[in-house]
């Protein structure tokens, strides 16, 4: 049995302090293959880094909404050239989001130093971006909260790639899933679902097609509930716990019950899945 994480940012700093621990439990769970995701121009040359010294990492370049408001002018070309170099390369983590305008908090420790851009400056930014994965045909990595009308918008009036998209912890409703389905989308499973306030999330995944699911760990971040975490990291001042993405193994069983089936089985079908949205691994 392979397990494929959809989404994770094993570039992060946070992480990097533990990355040979965090490396060699990989090894052990197994996993078959990572997509981490950049976020911003400072992170792209490592996540490049890590593709280049792990075979079962597939790097993804994009530009995140919260970092929108703080790209040079040369973002573009930059994210381009990044893709460029490696042709089995996604597109992502990209997206709207409209909590960091109405509902953050002024001093929320993850938002210090980002001007927080407008939605219209969000929409332009992953517009292009989601076009440029268009022409590439790269498999795109979607970020969305409270923007869900935008997000349609955009993806009706966009191009978009052939091979899909996918909504990484995916928030919405069973009703907008099936439009997003219909353009092309896939839906990955965090496991911070399984904590006891989740249950609307849970409820719809319990509902999504089978060929269109996939698990993410989106590690460092979204930890599992305690009792689901079969690794541990130590926990960082004013962030709280760190996700070890070998709790990657929780996600699959956790997905398992919310989807009333065994493991292996759910395994072969995220397999498929995996693979036809990122590529053969």
């Not at 792209?44 to 919260?66: E, K, R």
């Not at 939605?119 to 930014?125: F, G, M, P, R």
């Not at 971006?129 to 795109?140: G, M, T, W």
Request: hydrophobic residues 45%; proline residues 6%.
């Amino acid at each position: 049995m392979h397990l494929y994480d959809a989404h994770n940012h094993l570039q992060d700093a946070w992480l990097r302090p533990h990355r040979t621990q965090v490396f060699a439990d990989l090894r052990q769970i197994p996993l078959r293959a990572a997509v981490v995701d950049g976020t911003a121009e400072t992170d792209w040359a490592d996540v490049a880094m890590l593709a280049a010294q792990h075979a079962f990492i597939v790097p993804s370049y994009g530009l995140h909404p919260w970092n929108v408001g703080n790209a040079s002018p040369d973002w573009r070309p930059a994210l381009a050239r990044h893709l460029d170099a490696n042709p089995g390369a996604a597109v992502g983590e990209i997206g709207l989001d409209r909590w960091i305008l109405e509902r953050a908090k002024p001093d929320d420790a993850r938002l210090a130093g980002l001007r927080r851009a407008s939605l219209d400056e969000q929409v332009a930014a992953f517009a292009w971006q989601l076009a440029l994965a268009a022409e590439r045909n790269r498999a795109v990595t979607i970020h969305c909260l409270d923007a869900w009308g935008a997000l349609l918008d955009v993806l009706r009036t966009t191009p978009r790639p052939a091979c899909g998209f996918l909504l990484h912890a995916y928030g919405g409703s069973a009703e907008l899933a099936r439009e997003f389905a219909a353009l092309g989308g896939y839906f990955s499973f965090n496991g911070y679902f399984l904590g006891e306030r989740q249950a609307a999330q849970r409820a719809v995944f319990a509902t999504l097609p089978d060929d269109r699911l996939l698990a993410e760990t989106d590690a460092p971040a979204m930890p599992l509930p305690a009792e689901r975490r079969a690794y541990s990291l130590p926990g960082v001042a004013d962030r709280g716990p760190l996700n070890h993405p070998a709790n990657l193994t929780g996600v699959y069983a956790g997905l398992a019950e919310v989807r009333r089936t065994d493991v292996t089985t759910l395994a072969v079908q995220l397999e498929q899945n995996f693979q036809r949205l990122f590529g053969r691994r």
